[in-house]
């Protein structure tokens, strides 16, 4: 399975190389201004988070926005990736009342199979100053945690995938379920 | 899949082979991340390969020694520079942080340059490892911090570099060191610039003095406590000192001195960090040593932060 890893600049994005080389994928950081049509062939998508506005600032994503529009595998956004995600397609990410680094708790209100296999709450890493505020029309949300109301999303048809929280970092909890379950639907997207 | 650190080592080793057609130094501290690059340099090389250790004199108690019995043991071809005093002289009166890692990169170049020349080396093997360039940003990435042996580099460099570890974080590295054999494989990390971050503010001798002690006695009561089963080994643990001035009482005498911080975190690869739950009893009897043993320190803290929001060290 080959999927790559889009850098957006996080301090992170080196880790989700890592997470899904252990996983047994075959995986690249691609710098942002990649043409999706390099990317054919591939089986998904990450887009790494990034520097603070990164994922409010269209400028600084490069093509991500036409690796959501045109990219025809899974897509699985972390923090920038997910507030971008979010803005592109119609929702919207600003500041955080209270932005959220290091530990937290998040709690998944609606099953999903990113989740599958997971309790109902557990332990994660966040690093964010901005956070989705809409969520855009044909999107669900999984998950928040007490300062932020979208820790997870995902489209209702498209397999796009958004979480703030950080599953790459070593620290969060069943980090690597969720790539996992993120890989399956790469193998086998509905 | 886990790492498979004997399939790295042969491809690295044939990798600096082909990287490196005539003679190299390698920068070596001592640490597992240079000494691994070291090892893996040495293969490839041979006697094209000489280590060059730099007493900055802002190093840990007795570890110019301690490296140079790695470096025997490993028989590495190395040399050994004391250059405390042209460190002391590039940082007196400088108290920014990232002014202090800069100061110190280029300072290591000079050193290096300077040896390369006679013994003919065009590159410069270095144990940079992933977070190293991660932190140090470029392009979209904010700087956390300059690690000197990447963003802490002089815009113009005469040798070429060659870094083997680059795509590695500890865990990986320790696991390649143990593969060779090599002694270090499970010592702590500490940081290029040595003890010149762990004192916030101007360094000077004697406060490298104070932090070196405050840091022997953090080192031995926690391996202490961890080898009799009191505590897990973090993953790293040292002192700090802080150029904050509280009032004590010493001896019905009113004084007025400094404070030392002990930090002390879990981690597996350095890029997240929780705070080590450390015993009270053992952090009672590292506070009573550094106060007692320590001269000019009447307080010591311990650091309650985790990574993010905090960075392992302070600066």
Known sequence: MRVSVIDNGGQWTHREWRVLKYLGVETKIVP?????????????????????????????MGRNGEYLDAFYAPILGICAGHQFMAKHLGGDAAPAKVPEFGKSVVEIHQPDVLFQGLPNRFEVWESHNDEVTILPRDFVALASSQNCDVQAMRHRDRPLFGLQFHPEVEDTQFGADIFRNFLKLCENPK | MMFDAKAFIAEQVGTIRKAVPGKAIIACSGGVDSTTAAVLASRALGDRLLAV??????????????????????????????????????????????????????????????????????YLVQGTIAPDWIESGGQLRDRIKTHHNVAGLPERMKLRLCEPLRDLYKDEVRATARALGIRVAERQPFPGPGLAVRIVGEVTPERVAIVREASAIVETEIQAAAASGAMVLPWQ????????????????LRVYGHTVAVRAVHSVDGMSATYSKIPHDVLDRISVRITNEVKGVNRVVYDLSNKPPATIEWE
């Open chain 2, 53 to 122: 250790y730099v007493d900055t004199g802002l190093m840990r108690k007795d570890e110019t020694a301690d490296v140079s019995k790695t470096l025997n043991e490993l028989a590495v071809q190395h040399r050994i520079l004391l250059a405390a005093d042209e460190f002391f002289d590039a940082l007196r009166g400088i108290t920014d942080p990232e002014r202090k890692r800069i100061i110190i990169g280029n300072k290591f170049i000079e050193l290096f340059e300077r040896e390369a020349s006679p013994f003919g080396a065009e």
């Open chain 2, 237 to 252: 643990y040292f002192a700090v000192f802080l150029p904050v001035q509280t009032v004590g009482v010493h001896g019905d």
């Open chain 1, 32 to 60: 942002n201004d990649t043409p999706v049509s390099q990317l054919n062939g591939l089986d998904g998508l990450v887009l790494s988070g990034g520097a603070p506005r990164v994922g409010i600032d269209p400028e600084k």
